[in-house]
């Protein structure tokens, strides 16, 4: 089992700036993948960005592209999620997941990950 545990949602302006961070505890493996999803009211579930530790591969949806960056800190399985430009389209429940499969890439499939933390509020104000 994989306990994952975000921290840093909140309200923001846009073209304000955020960082979330997911630590993960339990059964943690280094060649597993950590990501982001988010849902906005109403929508369904999407894929922001993920990093996979082997190999340090990172993945992003192109609507985050340039504004957002994944990094973690092996050591203390920990990701983070630096939001940048804000806009109030990312506005939504975000979650953290991990993909303890051992693949050589990063998915974007909801399906490929198993373990889901219980979401932290971003809220871009216009």
């Known amino acids: 089992q994989v306990q994952l545990v975000e921290s840093g949602g909140g309200l923001v302006q846009a073209g304000g700036s955020l960082r979330l961070s997911c630590a993960a505890s339990?059964?943690?493996?280094?060649?597993?993948?950590m990501g982001w999803f988010r849902q906005a009211l109403g929508k369904e579930r999407e894929f922001v960005a993920a990093?996979?530790?082997?190999?340090?591969?990172?993945r992003y949806a192109d609507s985050v592209k340039g504004r957002i960056t994944i990094s973690g800190d092996n050591a203390k399985n920990t990701v983070y999620l630096q939001m940048n430009s804000l806009k109030p389209e990312d506005t939504g429940v975000y979650y953290c997941?991990?993909?303890?499969?051992?693949?050589?890439?990063?998915?974007?499939?909801?399906?490929?990950?198993?373990?889901w933390g219980q979401g932290t509020q971003v809220t871009v104000s216009s």
């Open positions: 997941t991990a993909d303890t499969d051992n693949k050589s890439y990063v998915s974007a499939r909801l399906t490929s990950y198993e373990y």
């Open positions: 339990g059964r943690t493996f280094s060649s597993y993948a």
């Open positions: 990093i996979r530790w082997s190999g340090a591969l990172t």
